[in-house]
């Protein structure tokens, strides 16, 4: 077959050069946030794709809290149900923050990340009795780690908090085991 105009997009030497100089200039990812669009208008959302996705390129800041959410399982695939799910979500967060502020383990002036600590323990059922109540100690140390990193990338509070659970959750089941000798 000879080769005339009908050639395929990797062998265009104009996209080719968009692309490097696109790379060059620090917007690398034109082409991986296309991607991720289309993959986020699928209904439902296809998780694994989701997942191989996010495990291969750096994900744009401004699609990274909803692909967590949906990877992490905070937010169902169905991206009909995100709303209501969501909804769910912050009255869960906040029935969780108001039994905490009863019981005098949190007040106004508790750091966010002891508070997402405390909610935490609560729903494991590992909230410690109230006069045994201390400081969080260097066993609480990498949820609180791992809170004050997701608080740096995360404003919303409920995001923040779901995410971090989630993610310690899912730090647990898949290192619980090696954590001590890491």
């Not at 996209?15 to 490097?20: G, L, Y």
């Not at 495990?55 to 967590?68: A, C």
Request: glycine share 6%; aromatic share 10%.
């Amino acid at each position: 077959m000879a080769s005339g105009g009908g050639g395929t997009m990797a062998d265009d030497p104009q996209r080719n050069f968009r692309s490097a100089y696109y790379e060059k200039v620090g917007f690398r990812g034109v082409e991986e946030k296309k991607s991720l669009e289309i993959l986020l208008k699928d209904n439902p959302l296809d998780l694994e794709k989701l997942s191989t996705f996010s495990q291969r390129f750096p994900l744009p800041s401004m699609y990274r809290i909803h692909v967590w959410k949906v990877l992490l399982g905070i937010l169902p695939p169905h991206s009909d149900s995100h709303a209501l799910v969501g909804g769910y979500r912050k009255e869960q967060y906040q029935d969780i923050l108001e039994a905490l502020e009863v019981m005098r383990y949190i007040n106004s002036s508790t750091p966010s990340t002891h508070v997402y600590l405390r909610m935490f323990q609560l729903e494991s059922q590992t909230l410690p009795r109230c006069s045994e109540t201390s400081p969080p100690d260097e066993e609480n140390e990498d949820f609180l780690s791992i809170s004050r990193a997701m608080e740096e990338i995360v404003d919303d509070p409920v995001d923040c908090y779901w995410l971090v659970k989630c993610f310690v959750n899912q730090y647990h089941t898949k290192f619980g085991d090696s954590v001590p000798h890491l």
